[in-house]
């Protein structure tokens, strides 16, 4: 699952995270997936979305049961930021993204995640 309300961007991520097989589920806000969270492997979350913050989204998903491994994706950021993360285990790639890392990234949380 994937939330990123730059269109381009999320455009670029689904092609790129489909070509190497992943199934994705693309969201251009975080308040819809409030009311019905889609099942997902791995989320990757936007910090920055125009109705809430990304590490917000993630808390209450995972309040309404969606305990997938998750990635915050985010241009510098600040110690705050880096230590919310940290509590809540949710990992950081920084922006510009670098879609190899971020595939990556996924794929180890993912293998993780089934073991």
Sequence with gaps: MIVEDDASLLGALVFALEADGFVVHAFGRGAPLLSAPPHADCMV?????????????????REKGAWA????????????????????????????????ELRGRIGELVAGALR
């Design 69 to 100: 491994p998750a990635i915050l994706t985010t241009t510098n950021p600040d110690e705050r930021t880096r230590r919310r993360a940290a509590e809540m285990g949710v990992q950081i790639v920084e922006k510009p993204l670098i879609t190899g």
């Design 45 to 61: 979350v936007d910090m920055r979305l125009p109705d809430v913050d990304g590490l917000t989204l993630i808390s209450r998903l």
